[in-house]
């Protein structure tokens, strides 16, 4: 028997179960276990403000983007922002929904992130949705060993510049809200993807 449906046997021990609302909600839970989450890709690269766009690499920026290149370099940061898409394939007859959602991300083996989202997110039966997650962090302050130029490649990597590959590490952690309850997914799910 799997965790997930172990851990939705105690809660309806617990709750003692009767809506029809609630066990749907139910239903829908236990469906991410027969769901496919793959790693879409990286997008909407944002390095000091500015748009990385595909395949950018550093003598593509103007002078005013080199200055504040420039001036990061001299104070150790260099804040980015970037979207990381995952495909949830639903094969189910019923649709699988979260209310919220834990998630760990990392860079070549370097967690970046460790937070939640709290939005709702459905995917219909037989069907597939694209989930979004943000990120923002500060590439000096993950990777304060490395050079400044392994840094700023690091970030172009993320926007598709040819330079040495880039592994990206995601974990996710479903949840969804039953009788005002949070319940979590038992494990967290793990992708990973190779920008090259």
Do not use: W
């Not at 500060?138 to 304060?144: G, H, Y």
């Not at 392994?150 to 590959?165: R, Y």
Request: net charge positive.
């Amino acid at each position: 028997m799997s965790k997930i449906k172990k851990a939705l046997i105690v809660l309806f021990v617990t709750m003692g179960l009767a809506s029809c609302d609630i066990l749907t909600q139910v239903a829908q839970m236990a469906n991410f276990a027969n769901c496919t989450f793959n790693f879409n890709s990286v997008d909407h690269i944002q390095m000091l403000g500015f748009d990385l766009s595909k395949g950018m690499s550093k003598t593509d920026l103007n002078t005013m983007q080199l200055l504040s290149l420039t001036n990061a370099i001299t104070n150790r940061q260099l804040p980015v922002t970037f979207n990381v898409n995952v495909d949830v394939k639903n094969p189910n007859s019923i649709a699988a929904s979260m209310t919220k959602m834990d998630y760990i991300l990392s860079l070549n083996g370097k967690q970046v992130v460790s937070t939640s989202m709290n939005n709702s997110i459905n995917v219909p039966a037989n069907s597939s949705n694209t989930v979004t997650i943000p990120i923002t962090t500060d590439l000096f302050q993950l990777f304060s060993g490395e050079s400044a130029d392994a840094i700023i490649s690091l970030a172009f990597k993320l926007a598709g510049a040819s330079s040495d590959p880039v592994n990206v590490g995601l974990k996710v952690k479903p949840y969804v809200s039953i009788n005002g309850q949070q319940l979590a997914y038992p494990d967290y799910i793990t992708m990973n993807k190779v920008l090259n």
